[in-house]
């Protein structure tokens, strides 16, 4: 009972953090996507939200991928994407991504 108490707390902190990212200006969505690059909480449509999902785990993937070949002591920490329409953020952690698309201009 106690862990279940534990995790009803965790979800009620992660969903209160996931509306204040929502609500920052430019935000145009975020989601969490688990290990296997399968989304578990957004607030994007669902065609968007499979696409970023599976594309951004597959690059998180990556990128982490390459700063362990590069330094087997180091590890990936958050990845950042600019182009002209939007801004990817990617915070990786062992079992889930943070992912947040923003407007730039904003």
Known sequence: ??????SKLSFKKVEE?????QSHKGVIGNMVVNAEGIP???TL???TTVQYAGLLH????????????IDPQNDLTFLRIRS???EIMV?????YLLIVIQNPCE
């Open 1 to 6: 009972m106690w862990d279940l108490t534990i």
């Open 17 to 21: 953090t996931l509306k204040r990212i």
């Open 40 to 42: 578990i909480r957004t």
């Open 45 to 47: 449509d669902n065609s």
């Open 58 to 69: 597959q690059l998180t993937m990556k990128a982490r991928s390459t700063v362990r070949d």
């Open 84 to 86: 002209k329409k939007h």
């Open 91 to 95: 915070a990786p952690d062992k079992e």
